[in-house]
C-alpha cells in the first residue's frame, strides 16, 4: 500500500455514539484519517455474541453508526468502513487461532472476566462470548494491523491478539501475522451528565452526537454541577464539575475558558451562566455534525452503500491474509 | 433437488481408511449414493482442532481419503466429495450458532468429554477442540442433512445439532434449519487383527484398504484366532475369532463359510486353513479396490481436482443455508 501505518478500530452496533466516545476516540479517528490506513469496523459479529436474542437492535445500530462516522467526517475515500460480517474470512481465521488458544487462558482474560460478572453471565456464558478475543484477534490480523486504539480496560485484548500472533508465528515457522500496538486515548474518558462515571446509555447519562439543539439545551441544563455551589456568590469547584470538563474538552477558546474558571472559584458566577456556555460550545461543535447528518439521513441507501464497498475494500485485505495463513499451515490444497 | 433424503458423512483426514472403516460406514456409503444426496466432507477443519500443530498431516491424508472413496466406488458424480474448508460459509454459521450454546452445554457433551479425557487435554484444550459439536452443527445444517450416520458414541453430537437447529429456529421465529436423525450402522465395528479391541491405527491392528496382497497376508497369517484352539483336531471357538468375524463380514459365499464353522468348531480344521480363506476372500474384496486406487494414484491432480468441483458444488448449497439464516435473523443487511 503506502508507508502509513495501519489502525484498525470500530464499535459494536448497539447504540449511538455520544459524546464520551467522540473525546474517547472518534476525535482521535478523525485526525487518524489523514496520517494512517484507518479500518473502521462497525462489529455486528461480536455484538451478536451478546445479543443473540436481538439482532434487530444490531442491524438497527448498523445504519445509525454509519450516519454518526459519515457526519463527524470521516471520510468513506480515505477509511475502510465496513461492517465485520462482511468479511467471512474473519470467521476462518477465528476458527484457525481457536487450535492456538487454551479454554483456560480465554477464561483468565481479565476483560471477558469482568464482562462475564457485569452481564450476569455465570452458568449461561454463550460460547461465542467466551471465545471473541480470539475474533478479535481475526478482526486486527487480517488486516495486519500496527495500531488499535483501546482503552485501559481492552488492554488484555490486545495482549490476547498478540499471543496469538507469536503462537502462530512460532507454529507455522512464518511471518505472516503481525504483532498489534495498543494506543492509548490521551484524554480521559468523558464523565456523564450525572457527574457520577463514565457517559453510558444504560445510565442515561449521555448526550447524542444526534441529539437536537432542544435535547441538548435539556440535558445541558439539569446537569450536575458543584453540589456546594448553592449561591451565585458562592465560591465553586471546577475539578470533578462535569459542566467544566465538557467545557474543558471541547471549548474552543481556552483564553474565554481560563477566565470563566477564574471567576466560577472566585464567587460570583451562576450554574446557569456556565451552562448556557456550555450549550453554545456543544451548539457550536455539532450543528456540522448535525448538518451532515441530516443529509445522509435522507439518503440511506448511500450510507448502506459506502459500508458495503467498505466491506469489498477490507475484503480483497482479509482474502490476502487468509491466503497467506493457509499458505503457511500449507493446507493450501489448490494452490489458490 | 429431488425427494432424495440428504446425508452428511465424512472423514477427518488424520489417517488412511481401514477394514473398520469399510464395515462401519464406507459399505453403507457404497450403498446410498444411489438412494440418497450424499454429502462426503473431508473434515480438515475438525481434524485441525487436535492437529493444530501438526497441519502437514491433515494435508498429506486429505489426498489419501480421496484415493480411498474413489477407489471403493464412490462416484463423484452422484455424490458430493469435497474438502471441509473449502465452504466457508461453515464458519460462519459455527460463528452465528456459538452465541445459542453454552460453554457449560459443551462442557457437558459426553462425546467431548471422553475425547478430552483420551487426549490428555485438561489444562491445555485448545478453545477450537471445546466448540468443535458446534462446528458439526454447521456442517450438518448447511446442506440441511437429515440424515447422519453415527457410532454409538457420537450419538451425543447429534442431540447436541438437533438443540442448536431447535434453538435457532424458536430464537428467530424461523424454520430454516431442519432436524437430523442419527443414522445407526447395523453392522457392529470390526475388531482389530489383535483380537482385543476395534480396529484403530494407533493399536496397529488394522488392515487398510490400501495395503498390498503382501501386507495383507502376512497381517492376516499373524491375526489372533481362538486361544485355546492349539492343535488342528481341537474344537474351536467362532465367535470372537477375529478370523472367524472377518469371513462373517466379508465372505460372500455364505454357504461354503458356515460349512467352515461348523467343521472348525468339530474340531479338525487348522488356523491356517481359515487364515487362507481369508485371505482369498480379502484378495477378492480388494482387488478391484487396488485396481481403482492404483488408476488414480497416476494423477492425483485429477483426485484433488474433482475435491475442488465437490467444494464448489458444496458451497453453492452451503452459501444459500447461509442466506436463509442471516435472512431469519434479519441481518441480511444489504438484501442479498
Given at each position: 500500500m503506502n508507508d502509513k501505518k495501519t489502525i484498525l478500530t470500530g464499535d459494536r452496533p448497539t447504540g449511538k455514539l455520544h459524546l464520551g466516545h467522540y473525546i474517547g476516540s472518534l476525535e482521535n479517528r478523525v485526525k487518524m484519517q489523514h496520517e494512517c490506513n484507518q479500518f473502521i469496523m462497525i462489529a455486528d459479529m461480536q455484538a451478536l455474541t451478546d445479543n443473540a436474542e436481538n439482532p434487530q437492535k444490531v442491524r438497527d445500530n448498523i445504519l445509525e453508526l454509519g450516519l454518526d462516522y459519515l457526519s463527524i467526517g470521516l471520510d468513506p475515500k480515505i477509511n475502510t468502513i465496513f461492517i465485520q460480517s462482511s468479511v467471512p474470512e474473519l470467521s476462518d481465521l477465528t476458527m484457525f487461532y481457536l487450535n492456538l488458544v487454551t479454554v483456560a487462558r480465554l477464561q483468565r482474560n481479565p476483560t471477558v472476566k469482568t464482562e462475564i460478572a457485569q452481564k450476569g453471565f455465570e452458568k449461561s456464558l454463550p460460547a461465542g462470548f467466551l471465545i471473541y478475543p480470539v475474533s478479535q484477534a481475526a478482526d486486527i490480523t487480517a488486516f495486519k494491523a500496527q495500531l488499535v486504539p483501546v482503552g485501559e480496560d481492552q488492554l488484555p485484548m490486545i495482549e490476547q491478539t498478540n499471543e496469538v500472533v507469536r503462537r502462530f508465528n512460532h507454529t507455522y515457522n512464518s511471518n505472516v501475522l503481525v504483532e498489534c500496538e495498543a494506543v492509548r486515548s490521551s484524554v480521559g474518558r468523558l464523565i456523564g451528565t450525572d457527574g457520577k462515571s463514565k457517559m453510558s446509555k444504560s445510565l442515561n447519562n449521555t448526550i447524542y452526537l444526534s441529539d437536537s439543539s432542544e435535547e441538548v439545551k435539556k440535558k445541558v441544563m439539569s446537569m450536575m454541577t458543584d453540589?456546594?455551589?448553592?449561591?451565585?456568590e458562592d465560591p465553586g469547584k471546577v475539578e470533578g464539575n462535569p459542566v467544566f470538563e465538557y467545557l474543558t474538552a471541547f471549548d474552543k477558546d481556552k483564553e474565554g475558558l481560563g477566565d470563566l474558571k477564574t471567576r466560577y472559584q472566585k464567587g460570583g458566577v451562576g450554574d446557569v451562566e456556565v451552562k448556557k456556555r456550555l450549550i453554545e460550545v456543544l451548539e457550536e461543535f455539532l450543528t456540522p455534525i448535525r448538518e451532515r447528518r441530516a443529509e445522509f439521513e435522507k439518503k440511506p441507501e448511500e450510507v448502506m452503500n459506502i459500508l458495503k464497498e467498505g466491506g469489498q475494500k477490507a475484503r480483497l485485505v482479509a482474502q490476502q491474509t487468509l491466503k497467506d495463513v493457509r499458505k503457511a499451515m500449507n493446507i493450501n490444497y489448490f494452490n489458490d
Open positions: 453540589p456546594n455551589h448553592l449561591r451565585v
